[in-house]
């Protein structure tokens, strides 16, 4: 059974960090370090939307608000995967999610969250003004 599970997230004030991060179970090594690994977020009234993503190589994506401020890694080796949030604002305040696409790069339409298969619980973060 596939589990993803996030923490990190928390509240801080406009401009601060934090480090979300994503475990994933029930994927050998090899079949996480070939999946697309995505990062959602979710805000009260608004839809789900795309923050990042990463597969191997460049095929790293980003959203418009995320460029330059926030940074998607992972760590093959122990099935994780990371969001480094900086430079933090009001409006990044959400639930945030990450999501698994098995097998597959991300491509470009990363931010499709149909093409996920497997979520974590999600995160909550708030920014304070």
């Known amino acids: 059974q596939v589990q993803l599970v996030e923490s990190g997230g928390g509240s801080v004030q406009a401009g601060g960090s934090l480090r979300l991060s994503c475990v994933v179970s029930g994927y050998t090594v090899h079949d996480f370090s070939y999946s697309c690994m995505g990062w959602f977020r979710q805000a009260p009234g608004k839809a789900r939307e795309g923050v990042a993503a990463?597969?191997?190589?460049?095929?790293?994506h980003y959203s418009d608000s995320a460029k330059g401020r926030f940074t998607i890694s992972r760590d093959n080796a122990k099935n994780l995967a990371f969001l480094d949030m900086n430079s933090l604002k009001s409006e990044d305040t959400a639930m945030y999610y990450c999501?698994?696409?098995?097998?597959?790069?991300?491509?470009?339409?990363?931010?499709?969250?149909?093409?996920?298969?497997?979520w974590g619980q999600g995160t909550q973060v708030t920014v304070s003004a």
């Open positions: 990463v597969w191997r190589g460049d095929d790293i």
């Open positions: 999501a698994a696409k098995a097998g597959w790069a991300c491509g470009a339409n990363w931010d499709f969250h149909e093409n996920y298969a497997h």
